[in-house]
């Protein structure tokens, strides 16, 4: 690991890193100040093609719970997002844009129903416990925010269904999709959702209790023998095809829901009580000038992407892709990006400037690629 | 890279990244969603021991500005510590714990006082930004909390201090110790800050404006070769030696002020209204029964330190190495621990369990080390 990240316990290890590093990972990005595995097989094309056929085992312990309990949690949660939690119950997961006064995007988490008054923030990469914390403690709620000993470990793919049912039984196979149940882990039992950070079908266990993550991920591993299963990790060709997005890359505080796609988590008919509905009420009347869309471009595999790409047509910036790779099933280069509305519409012709000063011709397209 | 991060946006770029991989980098960590560089020589003792002689150039951007202005920014920066701020002046830099009601430490920033009521918190690694704007938001103080297009770029080493009278002017010379004042830099006033993340002297300059990044780089790096000026970045060797803490591996939320060696920075007798002080005063009526000091043990470098070792005596834990390094002056290893106080005194006899299940012998010493 000489010349990967400089470990340390502020990069946080998990209860599954022993494990990925036995399976060969390649190296891990960090997110919520903890580890995640950035890749197993030589190539993320590799990994890619092995996610759309079989099943992996992904340590996504890096989705942190942030729980808050007590009788004023649900007021507390629906204070900072502008979806209506009200009609939630338990059992369900949801996903609900975190935003700030100016209805800025500070997280985009799923949230779960465990109690009427006990919730779980299952955020991307930003500290949304202290910005839970901050509220609750300058309006004296009654609501405890901590971050709890859970960490989640999806298992992804079209066969994960078939190997959870074996393992844990068929009602694995009656859990519809955003909803979770329970399982029996080492005598414990365990919340288990049909959720995850991929198009291509699963699960995510959330484990309530470090000490059995080698227990959980052995017992899956070879259960999954018969499955091809492989270890795994948010595969980037995968996400930008399925036009999933992420916190810090398609949105950030400057990005709000509307612009993101994200108008149907919003209760614009029937406002809630969030701190950034009015400013999203007045978004939403002025109507959005920019919106989330895919570019494909290119003939030849682009660079990474780590700094925004422009979007151009006749001279002028219309947009910015903020993620981009090679699409090895549709032989050109898919990339996200904010687009002017007046170039937004499916097959407008745009380019790409490159960061090596190259330029790609390119056109919109909606959302999942094809 | 290929063995490195995973770049994306999220991973932010700096002003100076690309001078740092020009210069050479050999890695990158992640501290605020923003790369920090991790090495650049062979080995850390290169670096360690340029450190201590010459000067070097670190890109600490990472640092990142929480920005507080408005009629309410001093009330609320002191409800976020329990340090006395009402004393401070502008030009001053304070080492400010920021902790919650229970008293656990959120962040260990810098405070720069920029007007009455304009004040910088310069971070480390947690998003101090979310708890300002939930404190702000729910208390509906008239502030505007932000992160300004700061850069620090830290100038650190015994030569520091002649390479910028030389580059900016004498009055360099005058600042104190955790002061301010400024320099002109391609025609702008920027601030400048005799202080950093090292023992051996020097300085940070806050630029503002991302742009002139590669212009303050080079205007340094030419005027440094007479000084052997090397690329740096904080050096673990060093910052063990010198009793230096960082957040997310001596602290974390489960840690209080007093435990961690932070009494002086906590206004225990004329109690201010800080949000954690209830809590703090109590820790302080009853004493702490840890605290930090450090260990030096092993006759051969340790491992890297990732996840708590345990310090042993009799049998028993008596505390936990969070960092650890071997140090080629004092010829064994060095690590900072939390000490329960039955064995704090210096000289006390413990032993340090090892991740390969070795022991090594070793000592408790105050800090900083000789």
């Known amino acids: 690991m000489a010349d990967g990240l400089n470990f340390s316990r502020r990069l946080r290890r998990t209860p599954y890193t022993d494990s990925v590093e036995v399976a060969g990972v390649r190296g891990f990005s960090v997110v919520n100040h903890m580890l995640l595995p950035k890749a197993f097989q030589t190539t993320v094309e590799q990994d890619?093609?092995?996610?759309?056929?079989?099943?992996?085992?992904?340590?996504?312990?890096?989705?942190?719970?942030?729980?808050?309990?007590?009788?004023?949690?649900?007021?507390?949660?629906?204070?900072?997002?502008?979806?209506?939690?009200?009609?939630?119950?338990?059992?369900?997961?949801?996903?609900?844009?975190?935003?700030?006064?100016?209805?800025g995007l500070i997280n985009d988490p799923v949230l779960l129903k465990l109690a009427d008054d006990k919730f779980w923030l299952s955020i991307a990469d930003s500290d949304v416990l202290l910005y839970a914390k901050g509220l609750s403690l300058a309006a004296k709620l009654n609501v405890t925010v901590t971050e709890p000993d859970v960490s989640p470990l999806a298992v992804q793919g079209p066969k994960a269904e078939a190997l959870l049912c074996k393992l844990f039984g068929n009602h694995i196979g009656d859990?519809?999709?955003?909803?979770?149940?329970?399982?029996?882990?080492?005598?414990?039992?365990?919340?288990?959702?049909?959720?995850?950070?991929?198009?291509?079908?699963?699960?995510?266990?959330?484990?309530?209790?470090?000490?059995?993550?080698?227990?959980?991920?052995?017992?899956?591993?070879?259960?999954?023998?018969?499955?091809?299963?492989?270890?795994?990790?948010?595969?980037?060709?995968?996400?930008?095809?399925?036009?999933?997005?992420?916190?810090?890359?398609?949105?950030?505080?400057?990005?709000?829901?509307?612009?993101?796609?994200?108008?149907?988590?919003?209760?614009?008919?029937?406002?809630?009580?969030?701190?950034?509905?009015?400013?999203?009420?007045?978004?939403?009347?002025?109507?959005?000038?920019?919106?989330?869309?895919?570019?494909?471009?290119?003939?030849?595999?682009?660079?990474?992407?780590?700094?925004?790409?422009?979007?151009?047509?006749?001279?002028?910036?219309?947009?910015?892709?903020?993620?981009?790779?090679?699409?090895?099933?549709?032989?050109?280069n898919v990339g996200l990006s904010l687009i002017e509305n007046s170039h937004w519409d499916e097959g407008q012709s745009v380019s790409v400037n490159l960061p090596d000063g190259g330029v790609d011709k390119g056109m919109v397209s909606s959302l999942p690629f094809a």
């Not at 092995?50 to 085992?57: D, F, G, N, S």
């Not at 719970?65 to 502008?82: C, I, N, R, S």
């Not at 959005?288 to 992407?305: E, H, W």
Request: net charge negative; proline share 5%.
């Open 48 to 103: 890619y093609w092995h996610l759309r056929e079989h099943v992996q085992l992904w340590d996504v312990s890096c989705q942190r719970q942030v729980q808050l309990e007590g009788a004023d949690a649900e007021k507390l949660v629906q204070w900072m997002t502008p979806r209506d939690i009200s009609k939630a119950n338990i059992g369900d997961c949801l996903y609900v844009p975190i935003v700030d006064d100016a209805a």
């Open 175 to 332: 859990i519809d999709f955003f909803k979770y149940d329970w399982i029996d882990v080492a005598g414990t039992k365990q919340l288990i959702a049909r959720s995850g950070y991929s198009r291509q079908g699963g699960f995510e266990i959330y484990l309530q209790g470090g000490h059995l993550g080698k227990a959980l991920w052995d017992s899956i591993w070879s259960a999954g023998e018969t499955y091809n299963i492989a270890p795994g990790c948010p595969n980037l060709i995968e996400r930008i095809e399925g036009g999933l997005l992420s916190y810090g890359n398609e949105m950030t505080r400057e990005n709000n829901p509307l612009e993101i796609g994200l108008e149907q988590f919003c209760a614009l008919e029937n406002p809630v009580e969030c701190i950034g509905m009015d400013a999203l009420l007045a978004i939403h009347q002025a109507g959005v000038d920019r919106q989330i869309r895919g570019v494909l471009f290119g003939d030849d595999p682009c660079p990474t992407c780590s700094t925004p790409w422009p979007v151009i047509s006749d001279g002028n910036q219309v947009g910015q892709i903020t993620s981009a790779i090679w699409s090895p099933r549709l032989k050109r």
